[in-house]
């Protein structure tokens, strides 16, 4: 064990110091020290070199619009959060009374700081008022689904209202409603209903957090943009929160690949998938971006190859011609998929197929390791078929790894632009269209010359992660 | 199994077999498409863009070796100064932590640890102006000791979990022959800790190996710029002949390839036990 060192024998042992000292220094000065200057730069207009004034919060109204807005509903997301968190409230009427009164009180003080202090009409105040309402009425409903242990199976009713709120957001923010209709039911429909199944309904938390986080994007979303701030930062996480959307229908083949693999009745075959699996991983990511990069070009590509070998592409023109795309595909023209604005978001959703990410397929077998081969045998006597088997004895198992998995990658995506850096430079493709948080932030420290506003940019995604982090830390836990 | 009769039980295992295959298949998909491709010269791949195709054109890999390989050298020299350093620095780091509880132990340790709950994503304007402050920009040793000090903390929880572990009595013994901190460590901890370091070292070596955003802001020089931003930067060109491209990406892919023939076991184990620290 360690050896306990009081201030008393500091005196002839103080030279230990100096083992972890060049670390601290290290990490101090390129680690810390960025993110300070970064929380303080946040504040300034700065342009990384010779001006530098202090502008108070300058950028981040710049970026966020009316915050009171912003400042309300996470005053209120507080409360809302304590008041879900209770547990020596026993009373759902109290809960549901206070969670309400809470809503339109703080609605009520946006609505009137908005009429005071920022010079708005009524009518608009009043505006603000109904969005408040709505928007903590979401955040209401998605912190009942994240806390509340009694009744588990009735409050997914309580989804549906649930339900219109995010397809008026989607809506609201230039999609047309069939499109935002899809995403919800497709979630819907997905996370509600088989998940819940999945888990034979011990636990139907994995799915109430999971809604819990999409209402909760969506809701903050929804602020954003209806706060006006910058258009192109909001706009920017609708990309990433699509983006997550389609992210996680792409965590399955992971799942189904490890679940496969684990099945296998050979040790050494097991072994050897898992080494194979492994190789993608050691070919270079720039690689493997610019391979992609090359299957989607649009006459040497050979992405638009398969589509026409396969006769793909001609369902795709006849769906245009059905549905009145505007000829994104034509007969006779390949369809440019990574300069097209329409295209380019599939494209990216596309990419990567089939999405095996190795991290993930190895950690879901580390994960299933713990099954006993007895269990399968119990299972087999009993009858159940290969479906069953992996909704009653794999999932339960993995599902921590994959509520794990998903916040990582939720993170991860709010994060990214590097990809996006590579292949469209700093404009963010075709019409700006995949402009996302991080990519703005750094088109505005190293080509706009407006450092502070990049810092403003990264303290809210910091800000974002943050909260995810600590939503993943104190709700998901981890029980091995 | 044992009751299922066995004919049923062969085709399951098939089915199991066969679905992975399809999976593998399309995964190693763009890997065949740039080795095909890696050999032909841009009439041949208009021509035939699925198969293997005679004569194939090694002349591209002597192209594409003179392209990128002065991009691998840089980054090796960058991965190698660097996971060295890094070594130097964490098995002390952790060793401290490991072994003694001096007064500020708990604060220096969250001082580590709440950096990994920090997301690091506003860094990079702020750390930038500081390396052009410090005059490290265009130079490898900005690439480095950013990539040090950013494997400092992971390395330090695992490394500190593993000399925990190590006996007491050795350190002991080592102290009444008159052993010093330093020699404890080096003669100790370094020799036994070879398969946790080898696999550390793997993962820091794919992260510098892919990494770009850093590089591309603080690297100018074409001749210093490490693989990834070297890559781009030869896709972006015009007059694309895809054959050396490929077979550029292809050289590119191989000084991974041999480290992980060399290193299979712990490579598995090290994914996978980092996989499961995520």
């Known amino acids: 064990m360690a050896k306990i060192i009081g201030y008393s024998k500091l005196k002839h042992y103080w030279k230990v110091y100096f083992f972890v000292i060049p670390s601290v220094l290290l990490v101090g000065v390129f680690s810390y020290y960025p993110a300070l200057s970064a929380m303080y730069h946040a504040f300034f207009r700065w342009n990384g070199e010779d001006i530098n004034t202090f502008v108070g919060d300058l950028n981040f109204r710049r970026l966020m619009g009316n915050y009171w807005l912003w400042i309300f509903t996470f005053a209120l997301f507080a409360l809302v959060l304590f008041y879900a968190r209770k547990n020596d409230i026993k009373s759902n009427l109290f809960r549901l009374i206070a969670g309400i009164g809470s809503m339109i009180a703080g609605a009520g003080a946006i609505a009137i700081n908005g009429w005071a202090y920022i010079d708005m009409t009524r009518e608009a105040a009043g505006k603000h008022f109904g969005f408040a309402l709505l928007v903590w009425g979401t955040l209401l409903l998605a912190f009942k689904f994240f806390i509340s242990d009694e009744n588990k199976n009735k409050w997914i009713y309580m989804l549906i209202p649930l339900d219109f709120i995010a397809a008026a957001f989607i809506h609201a923010t230039g999609f047309s409603s069939v499109f935002a209709w899809m995403i919800v039911m497709l979630f819907n429909g997905f996370f509600m209903w088989i998940l819940p199944y999945a888990e034979n309904l011990p636990h139907i938390e994995g799915a109430r957090t999971l809604q819990s986080f999409i209402a909760l994007g969506i809701c903050f979303w929804g602020l954003g943009k209806h706060a006006g701030g910058d258009p192109v930062l909001w706009s920017g996480f609708t990309i990433v929160f699509i983006l997550v959307l389609f992210n996680i229908p792409k965590m399955i083949p992971s799942i189904a690949t490890a679940v496969v693999v684990h099945r296998l009745k050979s040790e050494k075959f097991n072994y050897f998938y898992k080494v194979l699996f492994v190789i993608p991983m050691i070919i270079p990511g720039m690689v493997y971006l610019l391979l992609w990069k090359f299957f989607f070009e649009p006459n040497v590509g050979i992405f638009n190859k398969v589509l026409i070998y396969t006769k793909i592409m001609d369902v795709l023109i006849y769906l245009d011609h059905l549905l009145g795309w505007g000829g994104i595909f034509k007969a006779g023209t390949m369809p440019v998929w990574l300069g097209n604005e329409h295209l380019v978001l599939p494209a990216f959703i596309l990419w990567g197929f089939p999405w095996v990410g190795v991290t993930g397929v190895l950690i879901y077998l580390a994960g299933l390791q713990g099954i006993s081969t007895s269990v399968y045998e119990a299972a087999d006597i009993d009858g159940a078929n290969a479906f069953e088997k992996f909704f009653h004895i794999e999932l339960p198992l993995i599902l921590t790894q994959i509520r794990i998995n998903m916040v990582l990658m939720i993170i991860g995506t709010l994060q990214t632009y590097g990809f996006i850096l590579i292949l469209f430079g700093e404009s963010g493709g075709p019409n700006g269209k995949l402009m996302v948080p991080g990519l703005l932030m750094f088109a505005q420290a190293f080509s706009g010359g407006q450092a502070g506003y990049a810092c403003a940019i990264g303290l809210i995604l910091f800000f974002f992660i943050l909260l995810l982090t600590e939503l993943n830390n104190r709700y998901i836990r981890v029980d091995k | ?278």
């Open chain 2, 1 to 278: 199994m044992k009751l299922g009769c066995k004919t049923k039980s062969i085709f399951s295992e098939l089915s199991k077999h066969l679905f992975i295959f399809l999976i593998l298949a399309m995964s190693f998909f763009p890997f065949y498409v740039m080795l095909t491709i890696s050999g032909k010269t841009n009439a041949q791949f208009a021509g035939n863009p699925w198969t293997f195709m005679m004569p194939f054109h090694w002349e591209n890999f002597t192209v594409a070796w003179n392209m990128v390989s002065g991009y691998i050298f840089n980054t090796i020299f960058i991965c190698v100064t660097s996971i060295i350093l890094t070594f130097g620095l964490t098995l002390n780091a952790a060793f401290f932590f490991a072994r003694y509880r001096m007064p500020g132990h708990k604060a220096l340790w969250y001082f580590f640890l709440i950096l990994m709950l920090m997301p690091g994503i506003a860094n990079l304007i702020p750390l930038f102006m500081l390396l052009k402050n410090l005059n490290l920009l265009n130079t490898f040793w900005a690439l480095i000791i950013v990539d040090t000090a950013g494997a400092q903390v992971v390395q330090i929880y695992i490394l500190r979990n593993f000399i925990e572990e190590i006996p007491q009595d050795l350190f002991d013994a080592a102290e009444v022959d008159g052993a010093t901190l330093l020699q404890q460590v080096y003669n100790i901890v370094l020799p036994m800790s070879g398969s946790i370091l080898s696999t550390l070292g793997i993962l820091q070596f794919i992260s510098i190996w892919n990494s770009y955003i850093l590089p591309l802001v603080v690297i100018r020089d074409d001749n210093m710029l490490p693989l990834a931003v070297g890559l781009v930067r030869m896709d972006s060109e015009y007059v694309k002949n895809w054959g050396q491209l490929m077979a550029g990406y292809t050289i590119s892919s191989i000084p991974m390839i041999i480290i992980f023939i060399f290193t299979m076991r712990l490579f598995v184990k090290g994914l996978s036990s980092a996989a499961v620290k995520g």
